[in-house]
């Protein structure tokens, strides 16, 4: 029996594919990994196989993370978090100019997801080939929070070189809405690759969830990028409420400004978030996102209050 390392690049079902030096492997989880807490195994892990001489691999342990990017699991009761992808360097927030139309209060989630773990985030906004001027609106509301608008078009092959600078050598996941064109990029930038990718339905004007499952994509020159499914919302888990102004890089200078030292910038008197606001020294639709965000993580469950006897 051999023991190798590999990235795991997909889960498909209950078994992972895992690209090593040899090739890629599909193999099974070692049984006592499968109930380790919240330490799913998902794409960008760094795992160990074993290799029996039948070709059969078992993932038998999993290198510590140096970063990882975690949502809130969907479905009723306690917030679990749930890891994305595992080892990344940033985030690329992806929007669409038009079909579907930008969501300015889900990106601002996205974006605090990608702060609250640490990671540097970027926009971009594809489809620009059906709406030119959409870039504006961007760049007013995401330049002073120091996030980088970079306007792609698959369709028209616009844009794609400075993503493609944007992803060599580091490891990226790309995460934004269904329907933004997020497989139709990562297909763009890789020749020969073909994910799917899926309408936007026309009664609704959102995608059709065509990514099911986290995708690791090796990178030709290093790195690599996980294509995520994208979703109708995006939980905010885990963010701590205190720490969440800081996640709105722009409001970063005004925080040790208000009267109250634990001011939440909701309806404290003299609070310096919300005067920049009113001055529009901050984007006002910002604070508005904020004050939403603030609402959920703040918020116990109804489950997890009563789990502690609340
Ligand atoms: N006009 C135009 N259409 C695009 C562009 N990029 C992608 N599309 C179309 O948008 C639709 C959705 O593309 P996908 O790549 O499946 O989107 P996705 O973000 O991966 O969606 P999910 O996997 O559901 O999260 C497809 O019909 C694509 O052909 C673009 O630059 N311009
Ligand atoms: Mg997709
Ligand atoms: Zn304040």
Redesign the pocket.
């Known amino acids: 029996m051999a023991v190798t390392t590999g990235v795991v690049l997909a889960r498909t079902g209950s078994t992972y594919r895992v690209h090593t030096e040899g090739g890629e492997r599909i193999a099974a989880l070692r049984g006592k990994l499968k109930h380790q807490s919240g330490e799913r195994v998902v794409a960008g892990d760094v795992v160990e196989l074993e290799l029996q001489a039948d070709g059969a691999a078992t993932i038998c342990g999993v290198r510590p993370r140096r970063s990882v990017l975690a949502r809130r699991a969907a479905g009723e009761g306690r917030p679990r978090p749930q890891p994305i992808a595992a080892n990344v360097d940033q985030v690329v927030v992806?929007a669409?100019?038009?079909?579907p139309a930008p969501n300015f209060r889900m990106i601002d989630r996205f974006l605090v997801i990608a702060e609250a773990n640490g990671l540097p985030a970027v926009i971009v906004l594809?489809?620009?080939?059906?709406d030119r001027a959409a870039l504006e609106a961007f760049q007013q509301r995401y330049s002073p929070a120091g996030y980088q608008s970079l306007a792609?078009?698959?369709?028209?092959r616009?844009g794609l070189a400075a993503l493609r600078d944007l992803l060599r050598g580091r490891a990226t996941v790309?995460t934004?809405?269904?329907?933004?064109?997020?497989?139709?990029?990562?297909?763009?930038l890789h020749p020969g690759l073909d994910?799917?990718?899926?309408?936007?339905t026309e009664r609704w004007g959102t995608?059709?969830?065509?990514?099911?499952a986290a995708q690791l994509v090796p990178f030709v020159g290093g790195g690599y990028v996980v294509?995520?499914?994208?979703?109708q919302a995006a939980g905010t888990w885990g963010v701590d409420p205190d720490a969440l102004g800081a996640c709105f890089p722009e409001f970063r200078r005004f925080l040790d400004q208000c009267r109250f030292d634990n001011c939440r910038h909701l309806s404290e008197p003299q609070c310096a978030v919300r005067q920049a606001a009113e001055q529009g020294k901050v984007d006002p639709d910002r604070l508005v996102s904020y004050q939403r965000i603030y609402e959920e993580v703040s918020v116990p469950s109804w489950s997890s209050g009563r789990r502690r006897g609340r």
């Open positions: 992806v669409a100019a038009r079909d594809n489809k620009i080939d059906l792609t078009s698959v369709k028209v616009d790309l934004g809405p269904s329907g933004v064109g997020k497989s139709s990029l990562v297909n763009a994910l799917r990718i899926g309408e936007v995608g059709k969830h065509t990514t099911r294509d995520t499914p994208g979703l």
